[in-house]
């Protein structure tokens, strides 16, 4: 694209956890959340940051407050609409999947 200002409108409220790897969410927010649209304007080599949630509650047949102990990676669910002079006012849209997140859980009663 070379150097150019990029806007971006990017939504990524909630994450979930998964194994390592994986792409089975495990665990994660089990209540409401209102949808969130964050609206950032990038010039090149600059960086933005998007704020999302992550629970830690077990999404499986047990719905437990808690997934049971061990390592965990977090997985970012990232929607993009992207626009520059490049697009000739037409936006490009990309859903991203961020990761390389780690997170352990440990025994409550240890």
């Not at 971006?8 to 665990?27: Q, Y």
């Not at 969130?36 to 010039?43: F, R, V």
């Not at 704020?51 to 390592?71: E, K, M, Q, R």
Request: glycine share 12%.
């Amino acid at each position: 694209m070379g150097n150019t200002c990029l806007l971006f409108d990017a939504s990524a409220p909630v994450g979930w956890l998964s194994e390592p790897g994986g792409s089975v969410a495990l665990g994660g927010h089990a209540g409401k959340i209102a949808a969130s649209l964050q609206h950032m304007k990038l010039e090149p080599g600059a960086v933005g940051e998007l704020s999302f949630i992550v629970g830690t509650a077990d999404l499986g047949p047990s719905v437990s407050f808690l997934l049971s102990p061990g390592h965990y990676e977090v997985v970012v669910p990232v929607h993009v609409i992207m626009s520059s002079e490049h697009t000739e006012g037409v936006p490009r849209v990309m859903d991203l999947q961020v990761r390389d997140c780690y997170l352990s859980i440990s025994d409550p009663l240890r």
